[in-house]
Structure formats: C-alpha cells, structure tokens
C-alpha cells in the first residue's frame, strides 16, 4: 500500500505566511495569487483536467527556483513544475492548495560549445531555439518534438520527449549530457557530467522522463549534432493505410533506418489541408512521409530503394521535396497537424500508444473498425517508424458524443498494450493514464518505482497525483483500471 | 449559458471563436508580451482563456482582465501562428468594446487616452502639437528639459509621447496635395488615396512619395480633400462607436469617387479598413456599401505588385531592413510585395530582421498607454535591426517608423518602402528625397 501515501502527505496543512514568503524571495511581481489569473494556469494541453492553484510562482535564476521550492519544503506545500503547458498528459497540472513554479522567465542561453558539441540552457528556452542558436555553427539539437517552438527542453527533460526524427537519433535522453536540479528540499545538485561515461548509477537517466516528479530542471546540458550532409524528403501517398503500415515494416525490414517514417491519414490530411500551404494529396487514404539523411552517395542509393520498396508496396504517388523550402512545408503541415485537427472537430482526444512496427496494419485496421463501430471518426498522424500511434479521436462534445468518444479512445491505448506496445510513447503518463498503469506494471512494479521516487523526494511534494495511480483519483483499490465515481459523474475526464 | 456570461448582449465574442482554441500554445512564442515577462495571462492562449472564462460567465469584467485585454498590442503576430485557425483578431475585437463599456479606467489613464484621441484623429490639432513639438526641439527646449530632469519627472505616459515626436520639417506639415494627380503616359488604373490623420501631418513625405510613385507607373490619383480619420486607431482601442462614425464618414468621402481601387500606404489603417464590412455589418444602411469598400481597399505595394515596373528605376546601392509591420504582414498577410518592391530597385538589399514576427511595441496608441511593455519592446526590436548592419530602415507604417526611430542607436535612414523606389524613379538619393 506504499503507492498511497504521497497523496495522505501532501493534505499537511498548509500554513498561512507563504505566500508572504514567497513574494519576499521572489518579490511581488514574481507571485500570482489572484483568482481570474490562476485560472490561465489550470491546465496544461489536456484542457480536460483542471484544477486551480493556490499560487504561480516566476523566478528568474535557479537561486529563486531554490528559494521558491524551500518555501515549500518548509511549509509542506506541493509544487508543480510548468514548462510551455503543451504537456498531453496533464503532468503540469496543478495540485489544489499547492504552487505551480513556472519555468518561463529562466529563458537565456547560457552557452554554445562547437567544440565539444554542446549548448548549455536555462529549462525556459524552447527546444527550437537551441537548434536557432547552434545553427550559425552548423549544428543543431535532434530532438524534435512537432511542439518544437514552445515545449521547453526543461518539458522535454521531464517527458522524455520525442519526435519525428527520434526514429534514427533517439530521444531526449540520449541527448542530455547534465542536469541542474533543485531537489523537493531546495537543494541545487547537478545530475550527469561532461564525460558520458560516469561511473556509479545513471541518476540522470532515471531524472530524464520522470515528469516532473523527482524535482525541478533549472540547466540543461544538451549534445548538439552537425547538421547532416544530405537531407532527402518524400511523401508517398497509399490507397489504404493498411498498404501504408506494410510500407514501414517493408523499409525497416530492408534495413535502412530513414531519420523520419510519419505516417497522416485521409483525416489528418483534410485538417493539415485546411491550415496551411498543403503539399499533400487532398483525397489520398494515406501518406508516408520519409526523410533519409547523412553522406551524399548513401542518402541517394537508400531514398532510390525506399522509393522502390513503396512502389512495390502499392504507393499511388511519390512526391519528393524538390529544395529546402518544400522541405520545411512538408514539415510544416505534418507537425501543424495534432492542432490543426481543431479545425475539422470541435474537440479531440489524442492517444499516443505504441505497437511494435510489424503489427502497424494490424492495429490500424482495429482503430478503423473500433471507430466505424462507434460512430466516431478517428485521425491517424503519427510517427511510424517508431510504432508510436497517435490516434486523433473526433467529437462534439455540444452533440453528446463525448462519452463515446472517450470510451474508444481507452479501449485504443489498452489494444496497444494487448498487442504487445505500451500506453505511452512520448505524451508521458501524467494525471491522464495513472490510473492505467496497473495494466501494465504489476504492484511490485510499481512499488519500486515509487521507492525511487520517495529517495528523491520523500515528502511527496514535488508533483503529486502524476505518473503513480492514487485513490483520489483511481478509486480506493489499485489494480486493473476502472472509472472514478468522478468520471462517471462527467466531472473529470480521461483520454 | 448566455444568461450567466459576463459580456453585454452586443456583439460579445463567439462561443465558436473561442472553442477553435485547442490550448495547444503554439501562438506562445510570437507573442510580444508573452515573449517579454512569461506570463500565461499575458499570452494570446491566456487572454483567450480569460474570454472564454468571462463567456461563461465565470469571472467578471474587471480591472484584472482589462488589464491582460489592454496590454494586447492587436499586433495579430498571434494568427498566423495558429494551427487551429483561431480567429483572434475577431475575439479582440470583440472584446475591447465590453472592456471600454464595463471597467471604469484609472484616472491618469483616461486622461491619456482622452488627450490622444482627441489629438492624433485631427490632423488640425495634431499639427498644432507637432508644430509645438518642434518648436519644442528646435528651440532646444527638449535637451535642456532632459538635462535639467524634467521629462525624467513626467509621468511615463507622457514622456512616451514627447520622445515619440519625430523631428517634423516645416514644409512637410503644410504641404498640400493637390486634388488629383494624373498618370503618367498611359493611364493604367484609377485610383484613390487615403491621406491618413497622423500619417498626413507628420509623413506628408511618404504621401507626396506614394503619389509620384503611383502616377510614374500609369495611375492616376484622387485625393479626396474632405477625408478624415478612418477610425483605425478607435477601433484597436475598443472605441466602437466612435470608429463606426469614422467608418460611414471615410466611405461617404470615397464613394464619389470612380476608381479601381483605395489605395493605403498606412499599415494600420489599410487593415482597418479592410474590415469595414465587418465592423458596420448590423448598419442596414451601410453593410453592403462597407463590404464593396473594404473589398477596393489596397494597400500601396499590393497595387504595384499587380502593375509591372514601367518606370525607370535609377541605382541606389544600399542594405535595407525591411521591418514587416504587424498590420501588414500579419493582419493583411502582405509580406512579400513590399520585398518585391524594394528589390525592385537595382542595387538593394534586403535583408530580413530576426524576431521579425516580435511587435516593435508601436501598435496603434499602445506605446502612449502602455509605455513600459512598449519601451522594452522598442528596444528590443531596435538590436534585432541593428545587428543586420542595415544603410536604411524601411516599414510600412507610421507608427512603426515612429516608435523604431527613437530607440535606434545608429544612425541610419528610416524610410517608407515608397520613398525608396520614389528616389531611385526620381534619380535622387535616398533620405534627400524631400522637396
Ligand atoms: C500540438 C502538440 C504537438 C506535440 N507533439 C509532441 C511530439 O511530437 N513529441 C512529444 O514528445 N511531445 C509532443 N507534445 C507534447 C509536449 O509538447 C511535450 O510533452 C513537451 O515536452 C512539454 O513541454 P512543456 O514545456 O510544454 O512542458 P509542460 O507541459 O509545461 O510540462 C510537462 C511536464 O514537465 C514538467 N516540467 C516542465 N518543466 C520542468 C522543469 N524545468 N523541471 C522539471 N519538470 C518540468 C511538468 O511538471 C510536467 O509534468 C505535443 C504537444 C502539442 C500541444
Ligand atoms: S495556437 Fe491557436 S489553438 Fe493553439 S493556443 Fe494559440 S490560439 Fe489556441
Ligand atoms: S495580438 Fe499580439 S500582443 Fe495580442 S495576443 Fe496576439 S500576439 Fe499577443
């Protein structure tokens, strides 16, 4: 039962002079505790879960971050770390008499190293403005979430993020060298070094993709790669998805590894269409978006076969981007895309569970038919190669349909976990699949997890209710998920 | 639901403006404010937000959201961002209004904004400040006033203005134009040309420069004398009835005229006047009148991008950063015609300005009313110029040539695209231009 207790810690009464404090180490300009502007703070990029905090704080230097979580420390407060709030998974939300300590005024890049391949950030700069910054070097930092020009890489940290070309580069764990952190108790330690090679346990490894719950980023070391020498791009339409999921298995078969497979739907391609300069086929049911990058010769022999094995496939049409600038337009729309979607539905649930890449037909083909079933449309635009699903469900909340939706958009991530993949492939778990992970841990799983955590932060103070199933929101008993007398009564909802 | 909301019945935002809002963030980094203190509130996502909080009527029109609704630049940086295909020009909009009509204002701010609007729509009023503005400098009044700490211990509003004021020459602020102009060699359109309040007494240059420019390529131009303000600076401050006014008067004085088009080389006006159909849409006697003017309206490089240079343009060798103003380029999406325009020259260079999407912190009176966010701004924007090294500094709006002016610590030449291509028609080099 060690899995509830963060949640009986973090109801300690709060005392009454923090906010005080508070303003006295950040000064008053740097504390939000009026009603109507806390409420801009109450939710993240899942706008279904809200609640509102007691406080925002803003520091500016990792001295205040410090300062700021010692108010806390010492008077039993939580607090959330907030990057961009274009979390998917509720991990910025807020805890209700706790503090969000927004990271967006620590936005200065400290230093870009060509030598050693290395830039050195505060966690408020976006993931794009390091690429901005290292570009004049030839360089650039892979990770590339499709949020690249808000999320902050002291988000990505927390999430682990991903994105397009993780497929060939990896994710954001292999691309950060060191962290600076302040611990739940005010503490400031670095995690990780300039050497890769460190001996002793992989703390930084464990504090990558921990969402925010074992403390506050407040440096990020990050590697920074040289721009390829050859980038190629195509798009490759496909009379079904199913012959666009065999495509992918077909590529990786072969043993090439592109630096990007995303694949759109008819439905995502509709939205994309409505947005912006589209370069993809109106009426096409599906399109393969591959990008080859690296040493000229190579790059030229591999697209010559890519393009061969979706010819060979079935592919209707190969359109391969002409310059840079056709380039940025495929990207443009593909990574538009999860937004743009607003435009053909009035609301959505996203989901971004994983499947191994030989069961993509499989599994599409299930989403298609789940969906007919319910009566609910459902967009696919995801990173293919990865095997990492992002099923767009479609609904009006104003026509009822939410319920319905929600329902498929549940029974989608648990067919994920079915067929062998996982909940998650880069959104994080957050407040959103907590009360899922039973279906994937077993409770001695989780109960090591939650030691690693209480190691960091033995209070339970630094983003509570996240990640772990807890009884507020889960129901008294953990184990195979159920709905929360909550949800039934429409008051909270999951994806 | 709409018994609760906290909006009057005219005209608030749209539930199905603000539900096009997926909260995705995406319009974050263009927004100057956002950009400068990181506040959610302050963030095109967050002021949304709080629209949609105040629709449902869950918090009330107070001080607290006029606050983030008034620190707003209307610099529209924010749609075009938006993958969701937010309508946030409309929701602004929408908004202004209700604030102006249900928060009573602090008093120091009233004032200002009272003395601005009845200074800058009255190009009578406005040449008398401006004559007095240069007396002001040209007695060297200004510096000794600055030396002594004087306008160091005016209020911050107010010190704005004064350092707003551009170094006028006399002749400019007289000036007329004559009534119309008429194309050279064969007449290829026929055209109108807003004059603009501010733009008339204080840019007389640029009018005199856009008019040659246009007749040089084929047009000839009407300028209708008994024009007024259009209503554009009332409009971005929530000024509705006032900007109506101006609206029906500004298409009453244009109607009479036959022309092709209404030509505009004032960022800010052009993009308000393009939404006339808009803003007079409930007047039964002018929706459809305003809907056919707001359709002729052009501004001054979308008309010459259409007319292939006839005109011989004579060298100017100079690097010059084009500076997009927010009216043009974001609300007006006209971006590269005035490029094209400048290139157009032989010998230039254009080169863009990083942050370019990033406010100048000019917009509209918000550098007179919020004096801090835009002081911060403007300097901003001045480094971004001059780390391109630029000869010449060329925008397209009056407000934008104002307010980069003053933070600029180079000197460079500030110009209106126009006048470029009206000194390499006319022979002269640039920033001699005047006559
Ligand atoms: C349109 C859209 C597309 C997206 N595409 C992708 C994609 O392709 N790949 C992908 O992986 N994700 C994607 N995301 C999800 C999201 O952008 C990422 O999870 C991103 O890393 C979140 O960054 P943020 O700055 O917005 O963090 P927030 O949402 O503010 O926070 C996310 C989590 O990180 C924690 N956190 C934030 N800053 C810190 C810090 N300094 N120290 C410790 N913890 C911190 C928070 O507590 C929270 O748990 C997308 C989101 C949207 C809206
Ligand atoms: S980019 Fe558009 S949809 Fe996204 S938060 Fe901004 S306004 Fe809303
Ligand atoms: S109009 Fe400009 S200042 Fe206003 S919210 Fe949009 S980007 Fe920000």
């Given amino acids: 039962m060690v899995i509830f207790r963060i949640v009986e810690m973090t109801s300690r009464a709060v005392g009454t002079s923090w906010p005080a404090e508070l303003a006295a180490v950040l000064g008053p300009d740097s504390v939000i505790t009026d009603p109507a502007r806390l409420r801009t703070y ?123 070309h993780c497929l060939k580069y990896g994710f954001t764990v292999n691309h950060v060298l060191a962290a600076e952190v302040v611990l739940a108790d005010g503490t400031v330690t670095t995690l990780g070094g300039q050497s890769q090679h460190l001996p002793g346990f992989d703390l930084l490894g464990a504090f990558v993709g921990s969402e925010g719950t074992l403390g506050i980023v407040t440096q990020v070391t990050v590697r920074l790669l040289a721009k390829p020498a050859q980038v190629r791009t195509m798009v490759a339409d496909f009379a079904t998805v199913a012959a666009a999921g065999d495509a992918v298995t077909a590529i990786v078969a072969a043993g090439i590894v592109p630096a990007a497979v995303e694949m759109l739907d008819n439905l995502a391609i509709q939205a994309v269409g ?54 940025a337009l495929i990207w443009q ?130 983003n509570p209710g996240k990640v772990f199933p807890t009884p507020r929101l889960c129901g008294e008993r953990p184990g195979p998920y159920r709905p929360h007398p909550l949800e039934t009564a429409g008051v909270i909802e999951r994806l | 639901m709409t018994e609760r909301t906290s909006f009057d019945s005219h005209r608030p935002p749209s539930r199905e403006l603000l539900d096009d809002c997926v909260h995705c963030g995406f319009c974050l980094p263009t927004c100057p404010t956002y950009v400068i203190n990181g506040e959610e509130m302050d963030s095109p996502r967050g002021r949304i937000y709080l629209m949609d909080l105040a629709e449902r009527g ?28 937010v309508r946030y020009d409309l929701l602004i909009e ?28 009255h190009p009578a009023r406005l040449r008398v400040a401006a004559v007095a503005g240069l007396l002001y400098r040209r007695l060297g009044l200004a510096a000794s006033l600055r030396r002594l700490g004087v306008v160091r211990r005016l209020p911050a509003q107010v010190r704005a203005a004064e350092e707003l004021l551009p170094p006028v020459r006399f002749r400019s602020l007289f000036g007329r134009m004559d009534a119309v102009v008429p194309a050279v060699g064969e007449r290829r359109m026929r055209v109108a040309l807003l004059e603009g309040c501010a733009q008339r007494v204080l840019f007389g240059d640029v009018n005199a420069a856009t008019a040659r420019v246009l007749a040089a390529e084929g047009c000839e131009v009407v300028v209708p004398r008994e024009q007024q303000c259009c209503g554009a600076l009332s409009m971005h401050a929530g000024r509705e009835d006032e ?42 006697a002018y929706a459809d009148r305003a809907a056919r003017f707001a359709a002729s309206v052009r501004d001054v490089s979308e008309v010459l991008a259409q007319l292939p240079p006839r005109a011989e343009r004579h060298r100017i060798d100079a ?117």
Wanted: one cysteine or more; glycine letters at 10%.
């Fill in chain 2, 243 to 284: 900007a109506a006014r101006r609206a029906r008067r500004l298409i009453d004085t244009f109607e009479r005229h036959e022309v092709d088009a209404v030509v505009v080389n004032v960022a800010g006006c052009g993009s308000s006047m393009k939404e006339y159909g808009e803003l007079l849409r409930d007047d039964p």
């Fill in chain 2, 94 to 121: 929408a908004v202004r209004p209700q604030i102006e009509r249900h928060v009573p204002r602090t008093r120091i701010d009233r004032l200002v904004r009272r003395a601005v609007f009845a200074v800058f729509p």
């Fill in chain 1, 274 to 327: 409505a947005s912006t300069r589209s370069v993809y086929t109106a009426d096409t049911a599906a399109a393969l978006v591959v990008e080859l990058d690296g040493p000229p010769d190579d790059v030229a022999e591999l697209f010559d076969d890519v393009q061969r094995i979706c010819r060979d496939q079935g592919s209707t049409k190969i359109m391969v981007a002409a310059d840079a600038e056709e380039r």
């Fill in chain 1, 333 to 462: 729309g593909r990574k538009a895309a999860f937004a743009a979607v607003g435009r053909i539905s009035p609301n959505y649930f996203v989901q971004d569970g994983v499947v191994p890449r030989g069961r993509l037909a499989e599994v599409l083909g299930r989403i298609a038919a789940m969906a007919d079933e319910a009566g609910i449309r459902v967009a696919n635009v995801f990173h293919a190669g990865d095997g990492n699903l992002h099923p767009l469900v479609l609904y009006s909340e104003a026509d009822g349909e939410h319920d319905r939706a929600e329902r498929l958009s549940t029974e989608i991530a648990e067919l994920c976990v079915e067929l062998g993949g996982s909940l998650s492939g880069e959104h994080g778990i957050g407040a959103d699949k907590a009360c899922s992970m039973p279906r994937m841990f077993g409770e001695d799983d989780l109960a090591t997890m939650l030691r690693l955590r209480e190691a960091f932060d033995p209070a339970g103070l630094c």
């Fill in chain 1, 42 to 164: 109450e939710c993240d990029g899942l706008t279904g879960y809200r609640v509102v905090p007691a406080a925002v704080a803003l520091p500016r230097s990792t001295e205040e971050v410090a300062a700021a979580v010692g108010v806390c420390a010492r008077h039993g407060i939580s607090f959330v770390a907030r990057g961009a709030g274009t979390g998917l998974s509720g991990g910025a939300l807020p805890v209700a008499d706790g503090i969000v300590i927004s990271l967006q005024r620590l936005r200065r890049i400290l230093h870009v190293d060509p030598v050693n391949l290395r830039a050195v950030v505060e966690p408020g700069v976006t993931n794009l403005d390091i690429s901005r910054a290292a570009a004049s070097h030839g360089l650039y930092y892979a990770p590339d979430p499709s949020s690249q020009q808000v999320c902050t890489i002291g988000g990505n940290v927390a999430e682990n993020s991903g994105g397009a």
């Fill in chain 2, 58 to 85: 869950e918090i009330p029109l107070d001080r607290t959201m006029s606050a983030h609704i008034d620190s707003c630049l209307g610099c529209l940086a924010c749609v075009p961002a938006c993958p969701s295909g």
């Fill in chain 2, 319 to 435: 690097r010059i950063a084009y500076h997009d103003a927010c009216h043009l380029g974001n609300a007006q999406g006209i971006r590269q015609q005035p490029r094209d325009l400048l290139r157009s020259v032989p010998g230039v260079e254009v080169t863009d300005i990083p942050e370019a999407s990033i406010c100048c912190g000019s917009a509209g009176i918000y550098n007179l009313v919020q004096p801090d966010a835009a002081e911060e701004l403007g300097r901003r924007k001045a480094a971004a110029i001059e780390s391109t090294a630029p000869d010449v500094v060329a925008t397209a709006n009056a407000g934008c040539l104002l307010q980069v002016r003053r933070f600029l610590t180079t000197d460079v030449t500030l110009v209106h695209p126009i006048q470029v291509v009206d000194a390499a028609i006319r022979g002269v080099p640039l920033g001699e231009e005047r006559r």
